[in-house]
Structure formats: C-alpha cells, structure tokens
C-alpha cells in the first residue's frame, strides 16, 4: 500500500514512441518519443534520449533532449547541454548551461504568478 507522502514517478523508456496526449498527476520521466502533448502535475524529465514533438506543461522541467513545442512550467525549466528546444518557454525561473541550442521566446519572471501547471484528471488505483 502506498504512503501518503510517497511519490510516484513514470518512465517512458528510450524505445517507446507515443502518438498522443500523455497525461500525469506525478513526475514523468521521458526517455522515448512523444509526438503529442504532455501535462504534468509533477515533475517532467526529458531525457538525452528523448525526441517531443508537442507541448509540455509541468510543475518543472528538466531537458536534456529534444524539444518541438512549447514548455510551461509552474516553477522551473532546466535546459542541460545537450538540450535542443525550438519552442516558447514560461517560467518563474530558467537555468540554462553551456551548449543549448534554444530557438523560441522566453517569458521567465520570478515574482509572477503563472498560469499553474494543468491538473490532469488521473484515476486513482
């Protein structure tokens, strides 16, 4: 039985591709490829592998692959070197290392409100 505190999070292995909207109420861990949509209560993590054609909205968002789309993350987007992000991003607060190639608008400001990240309606088990 899970305990309340406890999270959850869900990987999407590297040889998975998926057509369509991935919906979240905990942390996502993307590793494959998503062509469609992601909404995400908690955290989403795009691994160096992963290929996203779509949008992402998250509590925060940490990129290390590829990216066609926009990110809306409540509190934080991280770009690592090796992410490629051709897309608009919102956030209260961006950190971006050496070697990004980022091609889109930024909106980060850290004393806003943003439009919080979408609640999915997810079942509970």
Do not use: Y
């Not at 990216?67 to 992410?83: F, P, Q, R, S, V």
């Not at 991003?89 to 971006?96: E, Q, T």
């Not at 050496?98 to 990240?117: C, I, K, L, M």
């Amino acid at each position: 039985m899970a305990m309340a505190n406890e999270t959850h999070e869900s990987v999407i292995g590297s040889d998975v591709e998926i057509v369509g909207t991935i919906k979240s109420s905990g942390t996502i861990r993307l590793d494959g490829k998503l062509d469609g949509e992601l909404i995400c209560g908690g955290n989403a993590i795009l691994g160096k592998s992963a290929q996203v054609k779509g949008n992402v909205s998250a509590t925060s968002v940490s990129i290390e692959g590829k990216i066609n789309g926009n990110l809306l993350a409540k509190d934080k987007i991280e770009m690592k070197a090796t992410a490629t992000v051709n897309g608009d991003i919102k956030a209260r607060r961006l950190s971006v290392e050496d070697g990004v190639t980022f091609v889109g608008r930024s909106e980060v400001n850290p004393n806003s409100q943003p439009a919080p990240a979408p609640q999915p309606n997810v079942p509970q088990r």
